[in-house]
């Protein structure tokens, strides 16, 4: 089992910046993928970004250029950083870790809510 702590959401205004972070633990080794899904009220849940473990990035088309995703392989770490947040970017944020073995398991966190709100 991998277990998935995040933190850093929080109330910011339009235009301000917050940096979201994940720890994993437990059966965490090997090759495994590391992102951010995001869901708002009524809303589905969606994508946002991702740190493979090959090294490489993928972001929403909504958040890039705003959004930087980096993670401490070390650590079992990831991390977003927000900027420039608009009201639509107001969810619950989810840390996703991706197993990778004969076949891929994915693990959730429990969610972070950010609101951008004047």
């Known amino acids: 089992q991998v277990q998935l702590v995040e933190s850093g959401g929080g109330l910011v205004q339009p235009g301000g910046s917050l940096r979201l972070s994940c720890q994993a633990s437990?059966?965490?080794?090997?090759?495994?993928?590391m992102g951010w899904y995001r869901q708002a009220p009524g809303k589905e849940r969606e994508f946002v970004a991702a740190?493979?473990?090959?090294?490489?990035?993928n972001y929403a088309t909504s958040v890039k250029g705003r959004f930087t995703i980096s993670r401490d392989v070390a650590k079992n770490s990831v991390y977003l950083q927000m900027n420039s947040l608009k009201p639509e970017d107001t969810a619950v944020y989810y840390c996703?870790?991706?197993?990778?073995?004969?076949?891929?398991?994915?693990?959730w966190g429990q969610g972070t809510q950010v609101t951008v709100s004047s």
């Open positions: 437990g059966r965490i080794f090997g090759n495994y993928d």
């Open positions: 740190a493979t473990s090959g090294g490489n990035t």
């Open positions: 996703n870790v991706v197993v990778i073995r004969v076949t891929r398991t994915a693990y």
